[in-house]
């Protein structure tokens, strides 16, 4: 079974750093890993996705603050989060794909995680 597992959320005081990880066990044809985030009321949203060759994307608000790494011997995805903002707040998802082409439309993945709370104060 298929079961991408997070950790590494937690608070975090504004323009402080966490390092998310994702552990995905269980898929085979995995090509692509993402994370995602939501918001009290608000919809999930994609921001940053890497595929098994490196190709890394970013949605705009966190380019420049945010880096999405892996190790794929070990199939782990990271999401270094420099420069946190209040706005950052949400829980945060893993994802995994079997897609050729990445993107960070949700409908692509296939694979979910639990989630990890992040929330920064001001």
């Known amino acids: 079974q298929v079961r991408p597992v997070e950790s590494g959320g937690g608070s975090v005081q504004a323009g402080g750093s966490l390092r998310l990880s994702c552990a995905v066990s269980?898929?085979?044809?995995?090509?692509?890993m993402a994370w995602f985030r939501q918001a009290p009321g608000q919809e999930r949203e994609g921001v940053a996705f890497?595929?098994?060759?490196?190709?890394?994307g970013y949605t705009d608000s966190v380019k420049g603050r945010f880096t999405i790494s892996q190790n794929n011997a070990k199939n782990i995805v990271y999401l270094q989060m420099n420069r946190l903002r209040p706005e950052d707040t949400a829980m945060y998802y893993c994802?995994?794909?079997?897609?050729?082409?990445?993107?960070?439309?949700?409908?692509?993945?296939?694979?979910w995680g639990q989630g990890t709370q992040v929330t920064v104060s001001s």
């Open positions: 269980g898929y085979t044809n995995k090509r692509v």
């Open positions: 890497i595929s098994s060759g490196g190709a890394t």
């Open positions: 994802a995994t794909s079997s897609t050729l082409w990445p993107s960070l439309v949700i409908g692509v993945y296939e694979y």
